[in-house]
């Protein structure tokens, strides 16, 4: 077990897999998850040739539980501690969800000279809060009832979220036990008191500025049945901002597409890498 000491005092676990000569692809997990969501990928893109890494956020998994500091720009700076402790350069960054909120918000805080390309998968920039700005965005009882669901019964409220985060309420999906499990599992792992701060920092951090930074080739993509964080007001208006960014929908996918499309889009990853 891998683990670096940050700035502030905290212990953050990270896998490293593969060659450590080899080009790095640095995975950022969402909420309430943990590193091993990309246990597919990580397998996948190091038997590609590729160093794969992800770790686990602060206040989830392995990583320690803070009382504080579990913010959006935290994450961010955590991150950068991460890719200059391995020295890492010309690395591919790929975030899901709340993932793609802290890479978007590293490229916004450290720049993207150790930066070669960046995927944003189901990722909840430029800003997830319905705001005056922001009519197209989720209002705040919607987040309201994500902190209830989390504080009143956390254990009960991570396995029913698996339900709308993986599409199995629509007609004919394809319900997997071992996906729900899985998904309570990591998210067990974590704290309450960061997985609460958190529900702020993934629906109430605004990323137009962040996203305007970003200068290398960016992979927006989205399934356009995402019930956790909505295409209109997430991936389409990211593309709006991130010059020459190219945009890939899957038709009828939902959130947690990285393990419910696993090959799909892992061929997609690995296509947009390689061009």
Partial sequence: ??????????????????????????????????????????????GQGFRTIAHDRRSHGRSDQVWDNNTMDQYADDLAELIETLDLHDAIL???????????????RHGTKRVAKVALIGAVPPLMLKTEANPGGQPIEAFDA?????????????????????????????????LKLEFWRQGMMGGLKGQLDSIRAFSESDFHEDLAKLDRPTLVLH?????????????????????????????????????????????????????
């Fill in 1 to 46: 077990m891998a683990t670096m000491k940050t700035k502030d005092g905290t212990k953050i676990f990270f896998k490293d897999w593969g060659s450590k000569d080899a080009q790095p692809i640095v995975f950022s997990h969402g909420w309430p998850l943990s590193a091993d969501v990309w246990d597919p990928q990580m397998a996948f893109f190091a």
């Fill in 94 to 108: 790929v975030g899901h969800s709340t993932g793609g909120g802290e890479v978007t918000r590293y490229v916004g």
């Fill in 146 to 178: 994500i902190r209830k669901g989390t504080f009143d019964n956390r254990s009960q409220f991570f396995l029913d979220v698996t339900t709308p985060f993986y599409g199995f309420n629509r007609d004919g999906a394809s319900v997997s036990e071992g």
């Fill in 223 to 275: 399934g356009d049945d995402d019930q956790i964080v909505p295409i209109g007001a997430s991936a389409l208006e990211t593309v709006k901002i991130v010059k020459d960014a190219v945009l890939m929908i899957y038709k009828g996918a939902d959130h947690g597409l990285t393990q419910t499309h696993q090959d799909r889009f892992n061929a997609d990853l690995l296509n947009f890498i390689r061009e």
